[in-house]
């Protein structure tokens, strides 16, 4: 399995690399398929590799031959300054914290790396959209609905053999199957879907089809099975800024009517497929406040973890204090709110002691044991609280400086000579993405920067285009 990952990887940098030039779309497209899949992930002699890594290396360096980096013109500076000033000062801190905080500063550093490297990714897919951002929309769907297949396949399964069928489902144990299929665990299956349910709705709203309607129900069908009560959140909210922005942007109410009753017959008709095909299967036994497969970048057994690098435990000779005591519960559905709201305390107390850089890349767990997870480093689960954690306060500021202009930006792009409806799309995807991760910090994959690097390439597409009439015409 390992060699067979190794050569999909190599295979689509070399795809993707080729591509760069005279098909950057594909590019895109090559890489965001291959970060879709975050639950495959290579082992090698120096640690774990995750798909996407070398395709972004290819990429970056087909770029660079290409002579596809080039500097901003001064009005396109003037869009993404504050995004990358943002990301400098974020990475820094990170940066700093890991190397000098963090009880375990080498893994630290692993983490930070990877943040570094996904970001560099979401830099790589905005040179490569630069004019032309508008045509990844059949890939973001297509890849969505291969992911969300996959999941109804893995359901059937576990409908059919039961308990026995195991892969792609977690959650058998408490009674309460779930599908993750190709993502990390449930949370980021049911997000990544999540996020790519305003781009099937856009497909639809602009060319309402029969064959569209089904591939947004599918996609419906696939985030309804993981069964994530942040996702529906997130997609909630995003739906609603995606619906306010396509308003915004001049598109009467009454025109969005026809396609928001089949959004909502697709997303209701999703809802009773969980119990269809994931019945549990045994009887419930007693279970503990914790989250189901927690997200964690750093952790030993090859879970999740930085650039090329397996995750030994903590080295600091700290020994990581308990989480707060679980309180036992018959529920079928863990009590995931007050585990997380249960780290709140523990967090806010360690960066105390370091708030200005913060305490290190995923380094809550280098400090607390999880006894839910058999005394695992434990994780800091949701991302309003992370980043200040792992990059302090002016961290987390560079950050949501850089989150806050790209959403702007696309605000922007609503309006105006240039402006573009699949902003509103983008925009209800990011808004998803941001509500639902506050259930879940996953913010360190690549897939989220590919989308805000898409996301920003059309923003500046449109305002670009707007500028230019401005020009022309003397105003």
Known sequence: MTALLLIVSIAGALVAGISVRSRPVLAFGVLFALAAFSRLTVELPPGTMRLEQPAIAAVGLGLAVSGRIRVPSGYERRLVAPIVAGLVVYLACLTLASA?????????????????????????????????????????????????????????????????????????????PRVYAIAWEGNLYASFLGALVPFAFERFRAGPSVLRAAGLFLIAIGFALALTRGAYLGLGVGL????????????????????????????????????????????????????????????????????????????????PSAAPTPIPSDRAYPDTIRFRLDRIQPALNDLSTSPIIGLGADSFGQRHADPSQGGAPDHLGFLVLAVPYDSGLVGAAGFWVAIAAILWLLLRSLRGPGATPLAAAYLGSIVSLLVAYQATNAIHFAINWLLLGAATALAADSLQAAQTLDVSSGT
């Open 100 to 176: 000098f905080v963090a009880p375990d500063r080498i893994e630290s550093l692993r983490i930070a790396a990877w943040h570094a490297l996904s970001i560099s990714g979401g830099v790589a897919a905005f040179l490569l959209l630069r004019g032309r951002a508008a045509a990844v929309t059949p890939w973001l769907v297509g890849i969505g609905l291969v992911a969300a297949a996959i999941g109804v396949i893995v359901g059937l399964l576990f409908l059919v053999v039961g308990n026995g069928w195991t892969l792609g489902i977690q959650g058998t144990t408490e009674g309460f």
């Open 240 to 319: 609603a800024a995606q619906f306010g922005a396509l308003i915004w942007h001049g598109i009467p109410w009454r025109r969005l009517v026809t396609p928001g009753v089949v959004l909502t017959a697709c997303l209701l008709c999703a809802v009773p497929w969980p119990n269809l095909l994931l019945p549990s299967r045994a009887p419930v036994p007693p279970t503990v406040d914790a989250t189901p497969a927690p997200i964690a970048p750093g952790r030993s057994g090859g879970e999740a973890t930085a650039v090329g690098a397996a995750s030994p435990p903590p080295s600091s000779g700290t020994t």
